[in-house]
């Protein structure tokens, strides 16, 4: 069974989430138990392909042929659908699986019966699934195909709430951005199929020749995934999806989110490697900028903690765009620093999904226990919460970059990288993680300083142990980052940074 | 509805049935498939809906949602399948079983049992489809309140 592990990674939590709604009919506990034990092996099965591909290099899955390795027929052309999962994949997918790991567990004593927990769960599933494949695909219309199964169940879950006014807003304000980008992206596809016949990225790359054609795509292909990240003009969806979602599934949207980022790297770097114009690198740090400075200065104006944490979330997106639009710069000069920005932009994606994983379940217990998130209502939790004080404490320190904390890891990463191409970029970033640092100080002191008030529910263990599994995450990754940069953010970012002909290679032979 | 549009109703629901069986049945042949068939199929409910009212069939929903769940489980499951080679591999074409035929070459009227898993995927899709438009109707017309009707 080990050999198909990339494709067990997508196809278990998708036939887990189509199992949902009959194990729900035989019993609750089942369809609970059955939840997080697919949670479980989806996290177990990204850790063994991420163990192996660090090990061994690109895994290269054919489905559908008569071994795995079968990736081109007679005629010495990639037709079917293949998974290729390089280092930056197997990365991105240890990201999905460690916020599953923390989120499963979290949703099942989080949402109430009578709310629809089946149905949330199934949805929670599915999202899991297209993620998975985002991550590891290695053709075009595949990822666009799991791109809009993260898009439905995405909106699915923002509009979860259907009593609420704020809720069905909030999923028809996504849905409507999540459709857009996702055609402009099948726009894109079209444009190279109909350039090149083909779909397999690989095979495209190798074909690219920088014609105006290719340019229009990217073009199409930059605007869909910007829009689906949330960068600054068409940020506005994600305050409302990340407050409106129930707090548990907010995590997989983070993750979504993030998966989107990494199929930005794969087009810049991977289908369009070596055939950028210098001005898209500039692009996308610009945008990244934008974003970390608008998200930053709309974070001070919010009364509602999730809209705030959801704001702290987006602007951590630009510091990603900022650190890999370095490294895209001087990418055809093949400076050092470049390396090291993009390293940092890498990292920053493992620990963003952390930081802001542990905030937004924070978030979840606050209004567990009070049934409100609006800050002018909240205080004086610290009392009866220390550990969800102290743990919203830790994961808002590390989102502003303190020292010893994974967040500071990453961004002196960033800083070091951005400040050789140009000083004004790091002070820019300086200058919206402080922003940021005071934001979040105002947010603790609210929420869980002051006097004593009355609370109306109970803290379950299983939140703390989803709490502690992303808290031990942010100290770990924060006191010894060597480590983890060396054996795991290094060949992600040397897999974009150079491994382009690897990938190449995986696919279309020597 | 008027007695003119319930005994329309009547003749047509099964013929827009079985013609949505058809359209899964032939995906392997002809233009069609899974979704279009399941689609065709889901339309007949939407004109009982249309004909009988919602409410008689709310009581409905649980089964349309566990087809709709079967739907997905059995085509992930023939996914599954294939591991023997590769995930989603067809195991069954061309072993002379269930849809086991080779495809003859040439002109001919096209053989319906030969496409391995493909047709047995095709009616999971379909069932999937089916009952999911169906029940997206029955929802639409249940909740839709009175003012939009």
């Known amino acids: 069974m080990s050999v198909h592990a990339p494709i067990l990674v997508i196809a278990i939590p998708l036939l887990g989430g189509f199992a949902v709604p009959i194990l729900a009919r035989i019993h609750r506990t089942v369809r609970d138990l059955w939840v997080v034990l697919i949670a479980c092996v989806v996290a177990a099965g990204v850790g063994y392909v991420a163990a192996q591909v660090f090990s061994q290099g690109i895994w290269v899955y054919v489905l559908g042929a008569k071994t795995p390795q079968e990736t081109r027929v007679s005629a010495g052309f990639p037709i079917r659908i293949m998974l290729t999962v390089d280092a930056m994949s197997a990365f991105m997918g240890l990201i999905a699986g460690i916020l599953a790991l923390a989120a499963f567990p979290f949703?099942?004593?989080?949402?109430?019966?009578?709310?629809?927990?089946?149905?949330?769960?199934?949805?929670?599933?599915?999202?899991?699934?297209?993620?998975?494949?985002?991550?590891?695909?290695?053709?075009?219309?595949?990822?666009?195909?799991?791109?809009?199964?993260?898009?439905?169940?995405?909106?699915?879950?923002?509009?979860?709430?259907?009593?609420?006014?704020?809720?069905?807003?909030?999923?028809?304000?996504?849905?409507?951005?999540?459709?857009?980008?996702?055609?402009?992206?099948?726009?894109?596809?079209?444009?190279?199929?109909?350039?090149?016949?083909?779909?397999?990225?690989?095979?495209?790359?190798?074909?690219?020749?920088?014609?105006?054609?290719?340019?229009?795509?990217?073009?199409?292909?930059?605007?869909?995934?910007?829009?689906?990240?949330?960068?600054?003009?068409?940020?506005?969806?994600?305050?409302?999806?990340?407050?409106?979602?129930?707090?548990?599934?907010?995590?997989?949207?983070?993750?979504?989110?993030?998966?989107?980022?990494?199929?930005?790297?794969?087009?810049?770097?991977?289908?369009?490697?070596?055939?950028?114009?210098?001005?898209?690198?500039?692009?996308?740090?610009?945008?990244?900028?934008?974003?970390?400075?608008?998200?930053?200065?709309?974070?001070?104006?919010?009364?509602?903690?999730?809209?705030?944490?959801?704001?702290?979330?987006?602007?951590?997106?630009?510091?990603?765009?900022?650190?890999?639009?370095?490294?895209?710069?001087?990418?055809?000069?093949?400076?050092?620093?470049?390396?090291?920005?993009?390293?940092?932009?890498?990292?920053?994606?493992?620990?963003?999904?952390?930081?802001?994983?542990?905030?937004?379940l924070c978030v979840g217990a606050v209004e567990w226990v009070k049934g409100t998130?609006?800050?002018?209502?909240?205080?004086?939790?610290?009392?009866?919460?220390?550990?969800?004080?102290?743990?919203?404490?830790?994961?808002?320190?590390?989102?502003?970059?303190?020292?010893?904390?994974?967040?500071?890891?990453?961004?002196?990463?960033?800083?070091?990288?951005?400040?050789?191409?140009?000083?004004?970029?790091?002070?820019?970033?300086?200058?919206?993680?402080?922003?940021?640092?005071?934001?979040?100080?105002?947010?603790?002191?609210?929420?869980?300083?002051?006097?004593?008030?009355?609370?109306?529910?109970?803290?379950?263990?299983?939140?703390?142990?989803?709490?502690?599994?992303?808290?031990?995450?942010?100290?770990?990754?924060?006191?010894?980052?060597?480590?983890?940069?060396?054996?795991?953010?290094?060949?992600?970012?040397?897999?974009?940074?150079?491994?382009?002909?690897?990938y190449l290679a995986a696919i279309l032979g020597g | 509805m008027t007695v003119v549009v319930r005994t329309i109703a009547r003749v047509l629901l099964p013929l827009s049935l079985v013609f949505g069986g058809y359209v899964v049945m032939h995906g392997h042949l002809t233009p069609g498939g899974g979704f279009q068939g399941g689609a065709v199929a889901a339309s007949g409910l939407a004109m009982v809906v249309v004909a009988f009212g919602a409410d008689r069939l709310a009581k409905k929903k649980g089964l349309l949602s566990v087809l709709e769940s079967l739907g997905g489980v059995a085509f992930a499951a023939l996914g599954f399948l294939g591991l023997g080679l590769t995930f989603f591999a067809n195991v069954l074409a061309k072993t002379g079983g269930l849809f086991g035929n080779p495809v003859p070459y040439g002109p001919n009227p096209g053989d319906l049992n030969t496409a391995g898993t493909l047709p047995l995927m095709n009616w999971a899709v379909g069932f999937k489809v089916l009952a999911g438009l169906g029940a997206v109707v029955l929802l639409f017309a249940l909740f839709g309140g009175e003012h939009d009707r």
Request: charged share 10%.
């Open chain 1, 373 to 502: 998130r609006d800050l002018r209502e909240l205080g004086g939790l610290g009392h009866q919460l220390p550990a969800v004080a102290l743990c919203f404490l830790l994961a808002s320190l590390a989102l502003a970059g303190i020292p010893p904390l994974n967040g500071f890891a990453s961004k002196i990463m960033i800083y070091e990288g951005s400040f050789r191409l140009s000083p004004i970029l790091t002070a820019l970033a300086v200058l919206a993680s402080i922003l940021l640092l005071a934001v979040f100080a105002r947010a603790f002191q609210g929420v869980f300083l002051g006097p004593r008030t009355e609370i109306t529910g109970r803290i379950h263990w299983v939140f703390l142990f989803s709490m502690g599994v992303l808290a031990v995450g942010i100290m770990v990754l924060g006191l010894v980052p060597g480590f983890f940069v060396e054996q795991v953010v290094a060949p992600a970012a040397e897999a974009l940074w150079r491994g382009r002909a690897l």
């Open chain 1, 107 to 360: 949703a099942v004593r989080f949402i109430p019966e009578e709310e629809g927990k089946t149905l949330a769960l199934a949805l929670g599933l599915l999202l899991l699934a297209g993620i998975a494949g985002m991550a590891y695909t290695g053709d075009l219309f595949n990822f666009f195909v799991f791109l809009e199964v993260t898009s439905i169940a995405a909106c699915g879950l923002i509009g979860f709430r259907t009593w609420t006014s704020r809720a069905p807003e909030a999923a028809f304000k996504t849905m409507l951005l999540y459709s857009v980008s996702g055609l402009l992206f099948l726009l894109g596809i079209a444009f190279l199929y109909g350039e090149y016949g083909a779909l397999n990225l690989a095979y495209i790359s190798a074909q690219l020749r920088g014609s105006m054609v290719d340019r229009i795509a990217l073009a199409l292909f930059l605007s869909g995934l910007l829009m689906k990240v949330a960068a600054a003009p068409v940020h506005f969806w994600a305050p409302d999806a990340y407050g409106e979602a129930p707090a548990a599934k907010t995590l997989l949207l983070v993750v979504n989110t993030q998966v989107s980022l990494y199929g930005l790297w794969r087009i810049l770097f991977t289908l369009y490697g070596g055939k950028l114009d210098a001005g898209v690198g500039w692009l996308v740090i610009s945008m990244g900028l934008l974003t970390m400075a608008v998200a930053a200065l709309m974070a001070i104006g919010q009364t509602d903690l999730g809209r705030l944490v959801a704001y702290g979330a987006v602007s951590q997106i630009g510091y990603m765009l900022l650190g890999v639009g370095v490294g895209l710069v001087s990418l055809t000069s093949r400076a050092d620093y470049g390396l090291v920005a993009m390293k940092g932009g890498i990292f920053h994606m493992l620990n963003d999904a952390l930081t802001v994983g542990l905030l937004f």
